[in-house]
Structures are given as structure tokens and as C-alpha cells.
């Protein structure tokens, strides 16, 4: 009888593994194949802008800001600008010692001043393109595939927004989205940048292509160099990311690609340069 209970036991202890093994397996499954969607992650994420020419770039712009946070004692200079600012838009302002603002920072270069902004509001593509209509300007659009860099994205918005560009298309995977980093390195000109987050990067450039768009893509094994190509129409300009360029299956989608010319014994360029040289071809074609 000792003998059968003990079995029994042993059976329904068993039984209870093997169930508890199936859910943690399922969660594992659930972790791995259905992560959290985009939409859920930027719920719970706020973040911050440092330094005294964003914040101030920021207040400017009119964007929402939760409040700002600035190191106890400093009244001096930029300072008192940021603080008059926030005050007459009754933005809160707190006061925190320096080693606080140290602990709170996510740069070395936050000059005594965070700014707390809720997520990036990133838009559509029809947005970026209706931005063109309203100026009555053919679309003049960048595509990242792929700038994993945040350093080189925020160079890359700062550019562009100086160039005149309607807007800049990322994916929504495996590539840098605007972040604090992304608004210091750009200067507070994503606060000026339509920027659209998409799925597919191939899908959207031929939807961009059967609205009359020419997509030029930027390869080292180009025929053409850039300033032999005619950019000066509706043109989506593809900057592939660093070290690797465009993906093979991007690559075939342009419609032409272009080169820019290495006359040294390094053969490639960091993305935000070869994004300013091709930009600005662009602009002296259609502008000038």
C-alpha cells in the first residue's frame, strides 16, 4: 500500500514538472516569437534631452515637455534663458544638486540641464510627403537602412534638416531610433524632422516609386558618381549602414545608384559624411 502511495506521489510530482516545464516553455515561445509591440515599449518610455542649446532648442520648438531638471545654484547665463522659457510655458522646473544631475544624466556633456520629453512622436510616410506638397517642392526624402549608430543618426537628422529635407524614413528593427543621444548629437533638429519608423524598408521604397519618387541608392561599386546623376526631381536618397552599405534586396529595388569618388587609401566614409555630400548635390540641383 506504502508502495502504491509512493508511486502515486511520484507520478503527480512528474505530471506537475512536466506542466510547469510546458508553461515556462510557452513563455520562453511567447518572449521569442511574440516580443512586445512597438507600440507597448514607447508606453513605458520616456526620455530625456541634455544640454543647454537642445533644451533651449526644444523649448523653441513648442514640443510637450514633462519638466526640466537643472543643477541647484547655477542662475547664470543660458541658464536663466531655460528657466524663463519653461516658466512661461509652465513647464515644471526642479532643482537638484550637481551629483544628482550627474547620477540623472545619460551624456557627459549635459551642462547642468535635463529636459524630461515624452517619447519621440515619429509620423507616417504620407506625412513626409505631404510636408513636400505644402511646400510645393518635389519630395525631397532620405532613407536609412539600417544606421545602428545614434551618434551618426543624430548627425545624419542634423543634416538633413539643413538640407531642406521633407523627412527621413528608418526601420523599425535592428536600427537606431531618436533618442536623448540622437538629440544632442543633432542639436535639437529632430524637433524639426518629420521622421517615419516602417516595417519594410524594400515595401515603402516602391510605394514611394508608384508615387512618382526616383530612388537613388548609394554603393561603392556604383558606375555613376553622384554628381554625374540627375537628383534634382522627386528623389528618395538610401544611405546603407555603416561598414556594410544597403542590404542586397534594397540595393535591387533603387533605380539607379551612385558613387562617391575615394581618392585615398580608405574606401569608404562615415555614413553621416556621405550623407551630407550626397544631400547637398541634391540641393544645389534643385535650388541653384
Not at 132 to 153: K, Y
Not at 265 to 278: D, F, M, P, R, W
Amino acid at each position: 500500500m506504502a508502495k502504491e502511495e509512493r508511486r502515486k506521489g511520484e507520478r503527480r510530482q512528474k505530471e506537475r514538472r512536466q506542466h510547469n516545464r510546458g508553461i515556462v516553455d510557452r513563455r520562453k515561445a511567447d518572449r521569442r516569437f511574440n516580443p512586445r509591440s512597438e507600440e507597448e515599449e514607447e508606453k513605458d518610455f520616456q526620455d530625456q534631452v541634455e544640454g543647454r542649446n537642445s533644451v533651449i532648442e526644444l523649448l523653441e520648438s513648442g514640443k510637450d515637455i514633462n519638466k526640466i531638471y537643472v543643477t541647484q545654484g547655477e542662475k547664470y547665463g543660458s541658464i536663466n534663458k531655460i528657466i524663463a522659457m519653461a516658466k512661461e510655458r509652465k513647464i515644471v522646473i526642479v532643482e537638484k544638486d550637481r551629483r544628482q544631475i550627474e547620477e540623472m544624466a545619460q551624456s557627459e556633456n549635459h551642462q547642468g540641464v535635463i529636459a524630461i520629453v515624452p517619447p519621440f512622436e515619429y509620423c507616417e510616410v504620407e506625412d513626409i510627403l505631404k510636408c513636400a506638397e505644402e511646400r510645393e517642392e518635389p519630395p525631397f526624402v532620405l532613407i536609412l537602412d539600417g544606421i545602428e549608430d545614434t551618434h551618426n543618426l543624430g548627425a545624419i537628422i542634423r543634416t538633413a534638416e539643413t538640407a531642406g529635407v521633407n523627412g527621413i524614413i528608418i526601420p523599425k528593427r535592428r536600427a537606431a531610433s531618436v533618442n536623448a543621444t540622437v538629440n544632442k548629437v543633432s542639436s535639437g533638429a529632430v524637433e524639426y524632422m518629420k521622421i517615419a519608423r516602417v516595417n519594410n524598408i524594400t515595401e515603402t521604397i516602391n510605394k514611394l516609386k508608384e508615387k512618382g519618387l526616383w530612388i537613388c541608392g548609394t554603393a561603392v561599386d556604383a558606375e555613376k558618381y553622384y554628381f554625374n546623376q540627375d537628383l534634382g526631381g522627386p528623389i528618395g536618397i538610401v544611405i546603407g549602414r555603416e561598414g556594410k552599405g544597403m542590404s542586397e534586396l534594397v540595393k535591387k529595388n533603387c533605380d539607379f545608384l551612385v558613387k562617391i569618388p575615394m581618392m585615398g587609401n580608405i574606401k569608404s566614409l562615415n555614413a553621416s559624411v556621405s550623407t551630407g555630400i550626397i544631400l547637398y548635390e541634391a540641393v544645389k540641383q534643385r535650388k541653384f
